[in-house]
């Protein structure tokens, strides 16, 4: 992709409005935190700590409309605590040039090193910076320094205390979550009904189980909806797959294909009731047709062997998901498998081994988490610089739009970039026509300043521009109530934010860090992944009496976790100016295909996990040895650029398919694996041809 489209590709991404569920009530909330320390402060007849102040409780109101599972009182605090002392150092600091650009650069350092961790520590981060360079602006001695500090964690307090004192939606996200995953299975089983081989997004499955994880308090208070469902609509899954399988479930066509999309669209319909019920914390209601669909018919069983096995197993995770739903709270149902009892979350003190553990990792020059933090350092000491030596005044504003622009990937700081500009432009424009046409006071321009913070809550997940827009106003009202002249405000905000945004687009393209050249790197992790979760569950075939579902439940969770690394990095270097000559964009496509029919056929073949009492499988337990002995040389292989052999498990495959006259479920798993390995090799193949052969159907290829 050229620089051109690039950019136009970006500028058109960080300008889309996008439609968004509104929350009003939790907007309300927010905007009247900032309310309360706004109206203390010029209660207590003090303009300047009014400003300070309202910044605190604007960010720990801001804080909580992010993605997160921690309990948004626990947000609140974590970001008030960070911005009263990142704000008491900047005062110790601001009377020395020197002393607080090494201030400024080192803990903006700190700050792009915090992605490392997470997107809201990252985020959090930035806050912190940017308080520092606005409140350091105002003013003050040390006490003084003290009082503002304290007040901004005073408006981070008032946030969590309104949380806790009036709650809007309990478990809310939590529930949301897990309606969300019950619901992208509904719609898993639909598509499945006319695609037997549809592909399915883990990512709602993850956040379910993202959501899940609570603390020893709340596994206590937990509403009992949201105990069973998870782990019920994980094995459903692979059950779904198996079943609609026309190699290892029903046929194509005749009876047994009618009967499984019958099966298919009840289990599609239980499932949306169920998520219907969580979401709104309602019993289940199930149409009788469904309910009718899931009884084995008066003339007898339609479906046979394997299929037949996947129906009865189906019916059963249905019918568990529904009472799990309904049952009462002193309920004793033993955990289901994968379930096993709490996923329990880590205290907050309890997590800074593990943060510094993720810092650490990043600590080498080619993570692009480290060349962030190098690379947003030095951007805002050089931007500082610049907007002190320009004749404007508040010179702040350049570091500011830089860092808060700035992003550890080029799509996402150069579509905020622009957005972040064209935002500033409407929100100051409308903002400094107001203070020109009107006049107002310092408590009629807090008023304008609440009502813009409320416009920002209701309006969070719209768009960036949209949220600048309103930061834009808010910021002119706020400092308004200083005494700040609007005409000053509006030009230099433009100016300044302008110069701020095209340092931090410079920056990025005199140091990127681009996202392309590691795709090879990803999509061999991935494979690797994979491969360790196919591995799991062949050696459970090979060896029944050795059962470890520990083992493969874990190796499922670092597919998915591999599958979404790559997905993110191939968004990412879709949206960059250079191009991969080992991996072209169709390539990566058919690559993704493949691996993605890999993790599902390891899902099939985890759906129908032979007893404990079962006899042990030659063929099983040699095609695991080969599989794990050829993901070695393989996985290497993708980084290199060489081609990929899997002649010896094919001739392994063949030995075993000799041998072995009952056709077994893991036979023929083993069958699909290898179209998919298949696939994969003629996807990254650089001989003539070879791009094209990897656009070939595994319905096609599966006949062997």
Same mark, same amino acid.
């Given at each position: 992709?050229?620089?051109?489209?690039?950019?136009?590709?970006?500028?058109?991404?960080?300008?889309?409005?996008?439609?968004? #569920?509104?929350?009003?009530?939790?907007?309300?909330?927010?905007?009247?935190?900032?309310?309360?320390?706004?109206?203390?402060?010029?209660?207590?007849?003090?303009?300047?700590?009014?400003?300070?102040?309202?910044?605190?409780?604007?960010?720990?109101?801001?804080?909580?409309?992010?993605?997160?599972?921690?309990?948004?009182?626990?947000?609140? %605090?974590?970001?008030?605590?960070?911005?009263?002392?990142?704000?008491?150092?900047?005062?110790?600091?601001?009377?020395?040039?020197?002393?607080?650009?090494?201030?400024?650069?080192?803990?903006?350092?700190?700050?792009?090193?915090?992605?490392?961790?997470?997107?809201?520590?990252?985020?959090?981060?930035?806050?912190?910076?940017?308080?520092?360079?606005?409140?350091?602006?105002?003013?003050?001695?040390?006490?003084?320094?003290?009082?503002?500090?304290?007040?901004?964690?005073?408006?981070?307090?008032?946030?969590?205390?309104?949380?806790?004192?009036?709650?809007?939606?309990?478990?809310?996200?939590?529930?949301?979550?897990?309606?969300?995953?019950?619901?992208?299975?509904?719609?898993?089983?639909?598509?499945?009904?006319?695609?037997?081989?549809?592909?399915?997004?883990?990512?709602?499955?993850?956040?379910?189980?993202?959501?899940?994880?609570?603390?020893? $308090?709340?596994?206590?208070?937990?509403?009992?909806?949201?105990?069973?469902?998870?782990?019920?609509?994980?094995?459903?899954?692979?059950?779904?797959?198996?079943?609609?399988?026309?190699?290892?479930?029903?046929?194509? #066509?005749?009876?047994?294909?009618?009967?499984?999309?019958?099966?298919?669209?009840?289990?599609?319909?239980?499932?949306?009731?169920?998520?219907?019920?969580?979401?709104?914390?309602?019993?289940?209601?199930?149409?009788?047709?469904?309910?009718?669909?899931?009884?084995?018919?008066?003339?007898?069983?339609?479906?046979?062997?394997?299929?037949?096995?996947? &129906?009865?197993?189906?019916?059963?995770?249905?019918?568990? &998901?529904?009472?799990?739903?309904?049952?009462?709270?002193?309920?004793?149902?033993?955990?289901?498998?994968?379930?096993?009892?709490?996923?329990?979350?880590?205290?907050?003190?309890?997590?800074?081994?593990?943060?510094?553990?993720?810092?650490?990792? #990043?600590?080498?020059?080619?993570?692009?988490?480290?060349?962030?933090?190098?690379?947003?350092?030095?951007?805002?000491?050089?931007?500082?610089?610049?907007?002190?030596?320009?004749?404007?005044?508040?010179?702040?504003?350049?570091?500011?739009?830089?860092?808060?622009?700035?992003?550890?990937?080029?799509?996402?700081?150069?579509?905020?970039?622009?957005?972040?500009?064209?935002?500033?432009?409407?929100?100051?424009?409308?903002?400094?026509?107001?203070?020109?046409?009107?006049?107002?006071?310092?408590?009629?321009?807090?008023?304008?300043?609440?009502?813009?913070?409320? %416009?920002?809550?209701?309006?969070?997940?719209?768009?960036?521009?949209?949220?600048?827009?309103?930061?834009?106003?808010?910021?002119?009202?706020?400092?308004?109530?200083?005494?700040?002249?609007?005409?000053?405000?509006?030009?230099?905000?433009?100016?300044?934010?302008?110069?701020?945004?095209?340092?931090?687009?410079?920056?990025?393209?005199?140091?990127?860090?681009?996202?392309?050249?590691?795709?090879?790197?990803?999509?061999?992790?991935?494979?690797?992944?994979?491969?360790?979760?196919?591995?799991?569950?062949?050696?459970?075939?090979?060896?029944?009496?050795?059962?470890?579902?520990?083992?493969? $439940?874990?190796?499922?969770?670092?597919?998915?976790?591999?599958?979404?690394?790559?997905?993110?990095?191939?968004?990412?270097?879709?949206?960059?100016?250079?191009?991969?000559?080992?991996?072209?964009?169709?390539?990566?496509?058919?690559?993704?295909?493949?691996?993605?029919?890999?993790?599902?056929?390891?899902?099939?073949? #985890?759906?129908?996990?032979?007893?404990?009492?079962?006899?042990?499988?030659?063929?099983?337990?040699?095609?695991?040895?080969?599989?794990?002995?050829?993901?070695?040389?393989?996985?290497?292989?993708?980084?290199?650029?060489?081609?990929?052999?899997?002649?010896?498990?094919?001739?392994?495959?063949?030995?075993?398919?000799?041998?072995?006259?009952?056709?077994?479920?893991?036979? $023929?798993?083993?069958?699909? %694996?290898?179209?998919?390995?298949?696939?994969?090799?003629?996807?990254?193949?650089?001989?003539?041809?070879?791009?094209?052969?990897?656009?070939?159907?595994?319905?096609?290829?599966?006949?062997?």
């Amino acid at each position: 992709m050229t620089w051109s489209r690039a950019l136009k590709k970006t500028a058109r991404s960080g300008l889309t409005i996008e439609r968004a #569920e509104l929350t009003p009530l939790i907007a309300v909330r927010g905007t009247v935190g900032v309310a309360l320390v706004i109206g203390l402060c010029l209660w207590r007849g003090n303009p300047t700590l009014a400003v300070s102040s309202a910044f605190g409780a604007f960010a720990a109101g801001t804080v909580t409309f992010q993605r997160s599972w921690r309990p948004r009182p626990v947000l609140a %605090l974590a970001v008030a605590g960070g911005l009263a002392l990142s704000t008491f150092l900047g005062y110790l600091a601001a009377s020395h040039l020197l002393a607080f650009l090494l201030l400024l650069a080192g803990w903006t350092f700190l700050a792009g090193l915090a992605w490392a961790i997470g997107p809201i520590s990252g985020v959090v981060g930035t806050q912190t910076v940017s308080i520092m360079l606005v409140t350091v602006t105002l003013p003050t001695s040390v006490l003084g320094a003290l009082e503002h500090a304290a007040l901004i964690a005073f408006g981070g307090l008032i946030q969590a205390t309104l949380i806790v004192v009036f709650p809007v939606r309990p478990w809310g996200v939590q529930r949301d979550a897990l309606a969300d995953a019950l619901a992208a299975e509904a719609d898993y089983a639909r598509r499945l009904r006319h695609d037997p081989v549809a592909p399915f997004d883990p990512q709602p499955l993850m956040d379910a189980r993202l959501a899940s994880a609570v603390t020893p $308090r709340q596994a206590k208070r937990r509403p009992v909806q949201l105990h069973g469902p998870r782990g019920i609509a994980e094995q459903i899954r692979p059950v779904l797959a198996s079943l609609a399988d026309p190699v290892v479930g029903a046929p194509l #066509e005749g009876p047994e294909r009618d009967r499984t999309r019958d099966l298919l669209g009840a289990a599609a319909t239980v499932l949306d009731a169920v998520a219907h019920a969580i979401r709104h914390d309602r019993p289940v209601r199930l149409p009788p047709e469904a309910m009718a669909t899931l009884e084995v018919p008066p003339s007898g069983p339609v479906l046979k062997g394997a299929a037949r096995r996947s &129906a009865y197993r189906l019916i059963a995770l249905l019918a568990d &998901a529904v009472e799990s739903t309904d049952e009462p709270v002193e309920s004793t149902r033993p955990a289901t498998e994968g379930e096993r009892g709490h996923l329990l979350r880590p205290s907050v003190p309890r997590l800074i081994p593990g943060a510094l553990r993720s810092l650490h990792r #990043e600590l080498r020059w080619s993570s692009r988490i480290l060349r962030h933090a190098v690379r947003i350092s030095v951007v805002a000491a050089v931007g500082y610089l610049l907007g002190t030596a320009l004749p404007f005044g508040h010179g702040y504003w350049v570091p500011l739009a830089s860092v808060m622009v700035m992003r550890p990937d080029f799509g996402q700081t150069y579509a905020r970039g622009v957005a972040r500009f064209c935002g500033t432009l409407v929100g100051v424009t409308v903002g400094g026509a107001l203070m020109a046409l009107f006049h107002p006071g310092a408590h009629v321009a807090a008023a304008l300043a609440l009502c813009c913070v409320l %416009l920002m809550y209701l309006l969070m997940h719209t768009g960036v521009s949209v949220t600048s827009a309103c930061v834009a106003a808010y910021v002119v009202f706020l400092l308004g109530i200083a005494g700040a002249g609007w005409e000053q405000t509006v030009l230099e905000r433009l100016v300044l934010t302008l110069i701020g945004g095209l340092l931090a687009m410079a920056a990025y393209a005199l140091f990127p860090t681009w996202e392309t050249p590691r795709l090879r790197r990803r999509l061999a992790e991935w494979l690797e992944a994979n491969g360790r979760y196919a591995l799991a569950v062949f050696e459970l075939h090979a060896r029944p009496a050795e059962r470890r579902p520990r083992q493969v $439940r874990d190796a499922l969770l670092d597919s998915r976790a591999a599958r979404v690394a790559w997905e993110e990095s191939e968004e990412r270097a879709e949206k960059e100016p250079v191009r991969h000559r080992g991996l072209s964009r169709s390539s990566a496509a058919a690559a993704t295909t493949a691996l993605a029919t890999m993790g599902r056929v390891a899902m099939i073949l #985890e759906a129908h996990l032979p007893k404990k009492d079962a006899e042990p499988s030659v063929g099983a337990t040699a095609f695991a040895y080969e599989l794990r002995e050829s993901l070695e040389r393989t996985t290497q292989a993708v980084v290199d650029r060489e081609e990929l052999d899997w002649s010896e498990l094919h001739a392994v495959w063949e030995r075993w398919d000799a041998e072995d006259e009952s056709q077994g479920v893991a036979l $023929r798993g083993a069958d699909l %694996l290898l179209d998919a390995l298949d696939d994969l090799a003629h996807a990254l193949s650089r001989g003539p041809g070879g791009r094209n052969r990897a656009a070939r159907g595994r319905l096609g290829s599966s006949s062997r």
